[in-house]
Structure formats: structure tokens, C-alpha cells
């Protein structure tokens, strides 16, 4: 390929600037670059909520969103997951203390289904019976907080930090707790993609 060619191809490359979805209140993320705006779909973009509230005290909750419509210059983004660092996550580890984590599949009011993964730490080693009925507190509060809110509401509840603190003030009466968090949001299927699977489980149920 001559040099004119390869120059060429760099000329035809367009930059598209990355834009956060509507309830990160279109925070640029950053460029990416593509011959063609369908290279662009589907791409996934990592930042820090530091980075997006310009707050280096959170640049431990990492964000990942996937790039869904493209403009003329302009990539949007859906958020598809939250993460705490592992780092933050080991930081939180003490000796003779429990941790007492969940994995919990829930739908919002708007069907988004959603993996939340509360953890609870503890100021003390806690027993079986003590762990299971946090376990259950952090399930029943997760599960509540879906049932009421849009998609939108539960990732802001769990960014912000809400949840973890409901959960903390619940669950601190049945054993001492030193930290809750959410260590990971996960989207799991949009609505879409879960209507799609009720009516393909009903079309199933009525063959049978």
C-alpha cells in the first residue's frame, strides 16, 4: 500500500465524541475512532464516577457503558454496569471479621432485569444463623428498591449510595456493621430482550 493510500485512510477516520446516557447527565466520556459510524455501535466505554463528578474520592466505582445510537460526530451510550475496584473491595477486608455478600436478580418497574451484588462487613466475626439473616435483609431491600423504582431510579440509588445505606441501616440492628456497598450492577436484559423471552416462555407453555 503506498504512503498516499495509508493517508488517505487517516483523512476518511472520524472522530466521534462519547456521551454518557441521560442520568449521568450526558457527561462527554471521551472519542473513539471508526471509518464508518456502524464501527462504532456497540463499542464499550470504562470511566470513573470520579472522573464523570470530577471527585477523585470515587474513582473507585468503575462505569461501563456500550455505545447504542451514533450521530453525525456523536457516539450515546447506555450504562450496562457499575463495579467497585478490587482494590477498594480488598481495602474493606479485615481478620476476624465477616463479609456477607448476595447475588440478586431483580426488575424494575420499566423491565430492565438487573444483577445487584450487595456486600456487608462486619465489625466482628458474626455466626451462620447472624450472616443469613443479613444475607436476607440485603435481598429483601434490593428486591423492594426494584419493585418501586425505573431503571433509572435503582442504578442512581446504588451509584449515589443510597441503597447500601438503607441496607447498612437495616441490617446493622441484627449484627455490627463496619461498611455496606454494592459491589456490582449488572444489567442483565433490557426490555426488550425480556419481553422477547415471555413470549417465546408462553409460546413454549402453550405447545405443551
Given at each position: 500500500m503506498s504512503e498516499r493510500s495509508v493517508s488517505k485512510q487517516k483523512q476518511e477516520k472520524r472522530w466521534y465524541t462519547v456521551m454518557a446516557p441521560e442520568m449521568f447527565d450526558r457527561a462527554e466520556?471521551?472519542?473513539?475512532?471508526?471509518?464508518?459510524?456502524?464501527?462504532v455501535y456497540d463499542r464499550t466505554i470504562q470511566t470513573t464516577l470520579g472522573e464523570l463528578q470530577n471527585d477523585p474520592s470515587e474513582n473507585n466505582t468503575k462505569l461501563t457503558f456500550?455505545?447504542?445510537?451514533?450521530?453525525?460526530?456523536?457516539?450515546?451510550?447506555?450504562?450496562?454496569?457499575?463495579?467497585?475496584t478490587r482494590d477498594?473491595?480488598?481495602?474493606?477486608?479485615?481478620?476476624?471479621?465477616?463479609?456477607?455478600?448476595?447475588?440478586?436478580?431483580?426488575?424494575?418497574?420499566?423491565d430492565y432485569r438487573v444483577q445487584v451484588q450487595p456486600v456487608a462487613y462486619t465489625t466482628?466475626?458474626?455466626?451462620?444463623?447472624?450472616?443469613h439473616a443479613i444475607r436476607r435483609t440485603m435481598i429483601d431491600l434490593v428486591e423492594d428498591a426494584a419493585e418501586e423504582r425505573?431503571?433509572?431510579?435503582?442504578?442512581?440509588?446504588?451509584?449515589?449510595?443510597?441503597?447500601?445505606?438503607a441496607i447498612y441501616g437495616e441490617a446493622k440492628t441484627i449484627y455490627p456493621l463496619r461498611r455496606v456497598e454494592v459491589q456490582k450492577t449488572r444489567v442483565e436484559a433490557k426490555p426488550e430482550e425480556v419481553a422477547a423471552e415471555e413470549e417465546a416462555t408462553v409460546a413454549v407453555d402453550e405447545e405443551a
Open positions: 466520556l471521551g472519542e473513539t475512532p471508526a471509518d464508518e459510524p456502524e464501527q456500550q455505545v447504542t445510537d451514533v450521530g453525525s460526530d456523536t457516539a450515546y451510550t447506555e450504562f450496562i454496569q457499575h463495579e467497585l477498594y473491595l480488598r481495602s474493606l477486608t479485615r481478620r476476624g471479621t465477616s463479609k456477607v455478600d448476595a447475588f440478586i436478580t431483580v426488575l424494575t418497574t420499566d466482628k466475626s458474626a455466626d451462620h444463623s447472624q450472616e425505573t431503571f433509572e431510579g435503582l442504578v442512581d440509588s446504588i451509584v449515589e449510595g443510597r441503597l447500601s445505606s
